[in-house]
């Protein structure tokens, strides 16, 4: 099944809302239903309606997120799994086999990280790390059986940028396909498909979804072939999403472009009073003008995201009483919600990259900046810091 989308509008305000809603036929509902079904009727042998027999196959919830997001990234297959997580598994069984190098971002997600080093490199995957801002040392790390150069642009948790179109060419020159990580950003502040990637790649669970009500992955494919392949993995392997995160996800889509405008707007007054503090020795948010990728998230990204992370005077202990101290801000794992979380990402999100070369500063915090009033979320990081 190809997945395309009606609507001739390339504004993604309009796509998030539209793409992949058709109208219920049956009763005009303007919200696809919840197909919680797992089988379908035949009308004979092989005679299957709208293409469907199975839900690990196919389902129409499923559906129309998937062409939602292949519409939202202009992409020609867009593919819903379980998690981020799952869906990263699937690219690189279909895509790699064993021998095969991919060139990794020196910055990478923990959980990424972790299928490259426990899961795939059993397998018999090699990998090497990078700095992928730096196109020269992605170019130094390729070898003759480099498959994918991965990014993460912003990065997880040191928003690093990368610029994706520079990168691209690299690829490109080395025949090798580019996998961007768009999580942090969404489909409504950076579009990677159009900036030369290959694939794209999101936890759905972070701002897609946006209320930290599911679990869910994505990729898109700038290529139909290869959105073939990924979709005959997707099915044989099964690791799929189901029909009511599907529909959670939908849901979360439509209001993306409002929710990001304002994590960003209020990221960027947290992060511009952090700069200020006395007790904070740096902070990492590419909205910065002295963040040595602001000019090319500039270029890339339409604002620059609800993500900011800092690092504390004192060190690791100082850093984890922050995060013990906040209030309104919660202490918790995962990101892109509504409400503003607070981590150490040492301890938390990246504890299994701990002792690796992309091990990260121990009196570092990360904040998800969530649609709170600014003023409250000023004042409670003031409070955690101890003013």
Known sequence: MCMSHQYSSQNLETLAIHAGNTADPLTGAVVPPIYQVSTYKQDGVGGLRGGYEYSRSANPTRTALEENLAALEGGRRGLAFASGLAAEDCLLRTL??????????????????????????????????????????????????????????????????????????????????????????????????????????????????????????????????????????????????????????????????????????????????????????????????DHPGHEVAAKQMKAFGGMVSFRVEGGEEAAVEVCNRARLFTLGESLGGVESLIEHPGRMTHASVAGSALEVPADLVRLSVGLEAIDDLLADLQQALGR
Do not use: C
């Not at 992928?132 to 498959?147: E, I, N």
């Open 96 to 289: 790699l086999e064993p021998g095969d190098h991919v060139v990794i971002p020196n910055d990478a997600y923990g959980g990424t990280f972790r299928l490259f080093a426990k899961v795939v490199a059993r397998w018999g995957v090699e990998w090497s790390v990078a700095d992928t801002s730096d196109p020269a040392q992605v170019r130094a790390a390729l070898t003759d059986k480099t498959k994918l150069i991965w990014v993460e642009t912003p990065s997880n948790p040191l928003l690093g940028i990368t610029d994706i179109a520079a990168l691209a060419e690299v690829a490109r020159n080395s025949s090798a396909r580019l996998v961007v990580d768009n999580t942090f950003a969404s489909p409504y502040l950076q579009q990677p498909i159009a900036l030369g990637a290959d694939l794209v790649v999101h936890s759905l669970t972070k701002y897609m979804g946006g209320h930290s009500d599911v679990v869910g992955g994505a990729l898109v494919a700038a290529d139909a072939e290869v959105g073939e392949e990924l979709a005959y993995h997707q099915n044989a392997m099964g690791a799929i999403a189901g029909p009511f995160d599907s529909w959670l996800v939908l849901r979360g889509i439509k209001t993306l472009p409002v929710r990001m405008d304002r994590h960003s707007e209020n990221a960027g007054r947290v992060a511009e009073m952090l700069t200020r503090h006395p007790k904070v020795s740096e902070v990492l948010y590419p909205g910065l003008p």
